[in-house]
């Protein structure tokens, strides 16, 4: 079940540091967060 609330000025501190995190995840390793192709040719499904 998921639970949703108002986001409160007390919870900033934890919302930066998630948005760091994920940042610093992305510039270690980019290629990680690519999404990939259904024909696994490297190109999109839909031929673009």
Same mark, same amino acid.
């Given at each position: 079940m998921v639970? &949703?609330?108002v986001l409160t000025p007390e919870d900033w501190p934890?919302? +930066?540091?998630? $948005?760091l995190a994920a940042l610093?995840? &992305?510039a270690?390793?980019?290629d990680a967060f690519?999404?990939?192709? +259904?024909t696994? $040719?490297?190109?999109?499904?839909?031929?673009c």
């Amino acid at each position: 079940m998921v639970t &949703l609330r108002v986001l409160t000025p007390e919870d900033w501190p934890l919302w +930066r540091a998630l $948005r760091l995190a994920a940042l610093a995840a &992305l510039a270690d390793a980019p290629d990680a967060f690519k999404v990939r192709s +259904r024909t696994g $040719r490297g190109r999109p499904a839909h031929g673009c």
